[in-house]
């Protein structure tokens, strides 16, 4: 899905000449992530999709100096979190950045610890007391199986959503991740671990019950 | 589950399980990765778990990306056509 390079400059051509779809399809592309990083910003939905909308604007203002020293997408991404952090200031709201730039702060196990013996264990310290089990290939592609996964993803923090978002259903790479939402690579891939782990919990107990 | 001897050197479940991304990304330090091999070759509960990381991951690639409402779309080509 991702625009590369090569094709990345065409399209800024297409769009500089005032071509409306390259425009939709851009949007098309970067929208749903757009609104998802600027939740990390705001605290709504709606005030996300303003914020999103409002990136849009900035972009087509600022398409003729748009240089090209950084990919199309960073810059895009960069207007947006400019745009979301104004908001969040304006609206009195304390920005995030211990989420962004923190998240290590908090532990927070991947795995419910009871889950596992005690490391103490004289004989299997920390070892698993009830081991996952394979899942059903064939329940992993039913419509219940995506709308669980769906609503895993909603149910996280913003930021942990915006980077998992990114990563595994976007396909970024974490450089990209690390660009957009301009965090250390030890951040990107704490937010990643602690979201994957998530949806795979959810996962669990549903292929779990569904048995 | 691994056997018993020399446990300071091993990774438990429970400390596996925290890695996994780590090990997914291509981040563990060359010893740390050895450990981590060493343990899912000999731990089946951490062979099924690590499979269904990768399985998580492989799903959420499958979703479909959201789309956008008509509204906001038009809204944002009248603002294209504008900006022309």
Redesign the interface.
Same mark, same amino acid.
């Given at each position: 899905?991702a625009l590369v390079e090569a094709v990345e400059s065409e399209l800024l051509e297409a769009l500089r000449a005032?071509d409306?779809d390259a425009?939709?399809q851009l949007?098309?592309e970067y929208?749903?992530s757009l609104v998802r990083v600027a939740r990390i910003y705001v605290p709504t939905q709606a005030a996300a999709?303003e914020v999103a909308?409002e990136t849009?604007?900035g972009v087509?203002?600022g398409l003729d100096r748009f240089e090209g020293r950084s990919s199309l997408r960073t810059w895009i991404f960069r207007i947006l979190t400019n745009i979301a952090k104004t908001r969040a200031q304006r609206d009195g709201r304390t920005l995030p950045f211990s989420a962004l730039q923190d998240p290590g702060r908090v532990p927070e196990?991947?795995?419910d610890?009871d889950r596992?013996l005690d490391?103490e264990h004289p004989?299997?310290?920390?070892?698993?007391t009830v081991?996952?089990?394979?899942?059903p290939e064939d329940a992993?592609i039913s419509a219940e199986?995506?709308a669980l996964?769906?609503e895993a993803?909603e149910a996280l923090p913003a930021n942990q959503r915006a980077v998992?978002s990114l990563r595994?259903?976007?396909?970024w790479s974490?450089e990209e991740v690390r660009n957009a939402l301009e965090i250390s690579?030890t951040n990107q891939?704490v937010l990643?671990?602690r979201a994957?782990?998530k949806?795979?919990r959810a996962?669990?107990s549903y292929l779990g019950d569904n048995k | 589950?691994?056997d018993?001897t020399d446990?300071t050197t091993q990774l438990?479940?429970?400390?596996l399980?925290?890695l996994?991304?780590?090990y997914l990304?291509g981040?563990l330090s060359a010893e740390e990765h050895s450990r981590f091999e060493a343990h899912i070759s000999i731990c089946?509960?951490?062979g +099924?778990?690590l499979?269904?990381?990768r399985?998580?991951?492989r $799903? #959420?690639?499958k979703?479909p +990306?959201?789309?956008?409402p008509a509204g906001?779309?038009r809204? $944002? #080509?009248d603002?294209?056509?504008g900006?022309?």
């Open positions: 899905m005032g409306e425009f939709a949007v098309r929208q749903p999709e909308q849009w604007l087509l203002k196990a991947a795995v610890a596992f490391p004989r299997w310290p920390g070892h698993w081991r996952p089990e394979p899942w992993l199986t995506q996964l769906e993803i998992i595994d259903i976007e396909g974490s690579e891939r990643l671990h994957r782990s949806v795979r996962l669990e | 589950m691994s018993r446990q438990s479940c429970q400390e399980v925290e996994v991304t780590d990304e981040a089946d509960g951490c +099924v778990y499979e269904q990381m399985t998580t991951v $799903l #959420l690639g979703l +990306v959201a789309a956008l906001a779309e809204d $944002l #080509l603002a294209f056509r900006w022309r």
